[in-house]
């Protein structure tokens, strides 16, 4: 009964460092989504996907990317951390009509 | 561009009394749903409450009630009977349909309830 699982749950990077966030999911969702968490600003979308072979942009995309090559799995990349990008990740899934499920949080710090 | 709007930084409510946590949003596409998620100060997030676009009646789950205002594109959470568990980050949140392209959800800033004993 794993639900969305996010790893890892704490990371420190620096500076212009690289990493994925990883996102699964083993519930068959269609949909898949990235979050950020910051200190008064509530979840706001990094990027999207509808189906396997399918992503979008949301609110706030710059700096990151992802892909979605099965269902189950939805990482997201890091291509060079900046000290902006520290924060609380979020990983959700749902079907169509369905609420979205979240995993527990990735806390992000770059230094 | 679809919007939501959580007005409400902060709320106090005495325990045992009913509280509304305020949310409006934006959105041109007819279909749309309406959700409400609880933050505790553990961090995982938990849905409360949904509603449709279409839906005539409003939405109650429990304790938690949502009060959907089409006309004035509102969705307000009420709880009745707060209780000190209820003590939380609450985000209300809205998924758009096909009109708009996107399917994608999107959230408010939230509302920190704090609830008195």
């Known amino acids: 009964n794993a639900g969305v699982t996010q790893t890892p749950k704490f990371q420190v990077l620096k500076t212009g460092q690289s990493m994925t966030l990883q996102c699964a999911q083993d519930m068959n969702h269609e949909y898949m989504s990235w979050y950020r968490q910051d200190p008064g600003m509530g979840l706001r979308l990094i990027h999207y996907s509808v189906g396997a072979g399918i992503t979008d942009q949301g609110e706030v995309p710059n700096g990151y990317n992802v892909s979605r090559s099965t269902t189950e799995d939805f990482p997201l990349r890091l291509l060079s951390a900046a000290p902006s990008q520290t924060s609380v990740y979020f990983c959700?899934?749902?079907?169509?009509?369905?609420?979205?499920?979240f995993g527990q949080g990735t806390r992000l710090t770059v230094v | 561009a679809q919007k939501i709007t959580q007005t409400q930084p902060g709320m106090f409510v005495q325990e045992k009394e009913a509280v509304t946590l305020d949310c409006t949003y934006d959105t041109s596409d007819p279909s749309y749903g309406l959700f409400w998620y609880k933050q505790p100060s553990s961090g995982e997030m938990i849905f409360l409450i949904y509603?449709?676009?279409?839906?005539?009646q409003n939405a109650t789950e429990g304790r938690y009630s949502l009060n959907f205002q089409k006309a004035r594109k509102s969705a307000n959470l009420v709880i009745s009977a707060s209780q000190l568990g209820d003590s939380a980050m609450y985000f209300c949140a809205m998924r758009e349909g096909s009109y708009t392209g996107g399917f994608k959800t999107i959230f408010g800033a939230g509302t920190r309830l704090f609830v008195k004993a």
């Open positions: 959700a899934s749902r079907n169509r009509h369905t609420e979205a499920f």
């Open positions: 509603q449709g676009s279409y839906d005539q």
